[in-house]
Each structure stands twice: as structure tokens, then as C-alpha cells.
């Protein structure tokens, strides 16, 4: 039965992805350190979603450490790892750009040290959207020749992907760099803006939204990304960069508009100038993830919020 090592395992995705996997029979090594970056008492209550699907082997370390990475992966020999760790955000990247040099680079090298000293070939990385920063090209394309990063968080994407990249072609090792577009859903982070203004709009509370409400991103429902994830085990290809969005841009006015609808609340919006770091839009191009793996998103944002809401309904008020 085949070993899958998911860093982050205990996250929003990799939560998610753990425990598609365990449901469709593979075996899983979780690895994550349950850090204070939101509640570790929600990271917890995912993992327990991930043990009720199925005997998981959970690994609790940083991938900061060399050594853990080898031992996990010298021990459990998986045959492949989907690396999710990180630290996330864009804005929080500008508050402390070293801590996420040394996660977001630093371990992904770590992990590619490991997976090539023992011999293992496939390798799935968690990249981002906002290693596109401000693209002239639109929808955002893989084969973008002016790809530049506007923060942190975006620019330690891209490295990983270049370690990638270079470990691919000096090893031979199979990896795919998968650039999620603002992936939301249960269990999202409680910081990220759907689930924080459904929260506080269902409160009656403030609601701060940054610009002028025009900004636009592509929302992806984390069942699609599960998807391509999957989809992204499945091939041997040497190195490949591949979107995963819905390919559909959504304005910041007709997001809070859903969520109103969905909570049947109405929200109290203070909107703020725009943030150092945010981009005015994103938008995938999805062709080469339809091509690699037939990739095919089915949760347009009408029906994912919907989805989440129900979701948020269950749960305990936190704000």
C-alpha cells in the first residue's frame, strides 16, 4: 500500500488531504509542529477528522530541523511527499520576513535533502498565486516570463519553487509545484478574509476590508484542490509549475454580498486604504493542469460559500 508523508498535515489542506487519502486506502505519515500561527486547538480537532478516517502515523516536529527530516522519511519511507508546510499570509511576511525565509525555504531544502539522500523520487510542493504578484498577463500563466513577487510570504513561493526546479533536474527526482489561488472552505484558517468576515458579519461586528472593494481574486473551494493534488501524484514529469484556481476572478464587494446572502445578515464594512503587499487580482490559467491530469474544478463561489456557511453554522463562535 502506498506511503504518502504530508507536511502540515493537521492544516486546512493538508488536514483535508490527509484524510482523502486514508479514505482511499493509502497510508499517511503526518508531520507538523501544531504552531501558535492560529489556535494549535484547531489544528488539533483537524487532526482528530484525519485519525477518525483511517490509522495515520503523526510525526510532531519543524521542518526547520535537517535531522527530522531525514529520520521521518529514512523511517516511514514514503512514496511521496506533498509538502504543505508553511508559514502562510502575505501581510504577516512583512512583519517578520526571516521566520518565513527559514520555514518556507529553509525546510522545503530540508525536505528535498531528505527525499534525495534516501532515494525517493516524487515530490508535490505547495506553492501560490502570489508568486505572480502584480502580472501584466491575465489569466496568470505558468510560462510567464515576468513573474515578481510584491512580498515576502510570495517571494519564499518562488524560491521553493526554484530549489524545486533545480533538485528535479540535478536528481531526477519528479516534482510538481502546485500555485493554489486563495483556497477556501472548512476549516480555512480563522484569519483568512472569508471565514473572518463571515464571522464577524454573523456577530453584528465590523467588518475592515482593504481598498476600495474592486480587488478581485480567484477563489478555489478546497475540494478542487484536493483534486489537482491527487491529480499531481499521479504523473511522472520530471519538474512541472501547474495553476490550480476555479479560472474565474470574484470583486471583494460581490464576496461580502454572498456571504450576506448565505448568513442573512447585513454587513457593516469599514473599508481601509490598501495594504503593502496585496495585489489588485488574481486569475489562473488552468490549461496545463487540465492537459497534465485532467483537472476540472466544479465549485463555482456561489455554491462553495453556500458550503462553507453551512460549515461555520456548526461550529463554535470564535472571533
Same mark, same amino acid.
Given at each position: ?9 493537521? !492544516?486546512?489542506?493538508?488536514? *483535508? ?13 503526518? =508531520?507538523?509542529?501544531?504552531?501558535? /500561527? ?11 477528522? +484525519?485519525?477518525?478516517?483511517? &490509522? +495515520?502515523?503523526?510525526?510532531? !516536529? ?13 523511517? *516511514?519511507? &514514503? ?10 499570509? +502575505? ?6 520576513? @526571516? ?17 534525495? !539522500? ?5 515530490? #508535490? ?5 502570489? #508568486? /505572480? ?13 515576468? @513573474? ?14 526554484? /530549489? ?11 516534482? #510538481? ?6 483556497? %477556501? ?9 472569508? *471565514? ?22 480567484? %477563489? $478555489?473551494?478546497?475540494?478542487? @484542490? ?27 464587494? /460581490? ?12 454587513? =457593516?464594512?469599514?473599508? =481601509? ?8 487580482? $488574481? ?8 492537459? =497534465?491530469?485532467?483537472?476540472? &474544478? ?22
Amino acid at each position: 500500500m502506498e506511503a504518502v508523508l504530508v507536511t502540515g498535515a493537521a !492544516g486546512f489542506i493538508g488536514s *483535508h488531504l490527509a484524510e482523502r487519502l486514508l479514505r482511499d486506502g493509502r497510508r499517511v505519515v503526518a =508531520l507538523d509542529e501544531f504552531n501558535d /500561527y492560529y489556535d494549535p486547538a484547531l489544528k488539533r480537532a483537524n487532526f482528530e477528522r +484525519v485519525r477518525a478516517a483511517g &490509522p +495515520v502515523v503523526l510525526v510532531e !516536529g519543524d521542518i526547520r530541523d535537517p535531522a527530522l527530516c531525514r529520520r521521518v522519511i529514512a523511517e *516511514h519511507r &514514503p512514496q511521496a511527499v506533498v509538502h504543505l508546510a508553511a508559514r502562510a499570509g +502575505v501581510r504577516p511576511s512583512l512583519v517578520d520576513p @526571516i521566520l518565513y525565509e527559514e520555514v518556507n525555504c529553509r525546510g522545503t531544502l530540508n525536505l528535498l535533502e531528505a527525499v534525495r !539522500g534516501a532515494g525517493l523520487r516524487r515530490f #508535490v510542493f505547495g506553492s501560490s498565486s502570489s #508568486v /505572480y504578484g502584480v502580472s501584466r498577463r491575465v489569466p496568470f500563466s505558468e510560462d510567464d516570463p515576468e @513573474i515578481e513577487p510584491v512580498s515576502p510570504y510570495g517571494v519564499t513561493k518562488r524560491a521553493g519553487e526554484l /530549489y524545486c526546479k533545480a533538485y528535479a533536474r540535478l536528481y531526477g527526482l519528479s516534482i #510538481v509545484c502546485l500555485r493554489f489561488f486563495t483556497v %477556501y472552505g472548512p476549516r480555512q484558517r480563522p484569519d483568512m478574509a472569508i *471565514h473572518k468576515f463571515a464571522r464577524l458579519i454573523d456577530a453584528g461586528k465590523e467588518v475592515p476590508a482593504f481598498g476600495d472593494g474592486q480587488t478581485r481574486r480567484d %477563489y $478555489t473551494y478546497y475540494e478542487d @484542490i484536493l483534486q489537482g493534488i491527487l491529480g499531481a501524484l499521479s504523473i511522472d514529469c520530471g519538474f512541472e509549475i501547474v495553476n490550480l484556481g476555479e479560472s474565474r476572478t470574484v470583486e471583494l464587494r /460581490y464576496l461580502i454580498e454572498l456571504l450576506e446572502r448565505n448568513l442573512g445578515k447585513k454587513a =457593516l464594512v469599514r473599508w =481601509l486604504p490598501e495594504a503593502p503587499g496585496d495585489v489588485p487580482q $488574481t486569475y489562473a490559467d488552468i490549461s496545463r493542469a487540465r492537459r =497534465l491530469f485532467g483537472y476540472d &474544478p466544479r465549485f463555482p463561489i456561489e455554491d462553495g460559500v453556500r458550503l462553507f456557511v453551512k460549515w461555520l453554522r456548526e461550529q463554535p463562535v470564535q472571533i
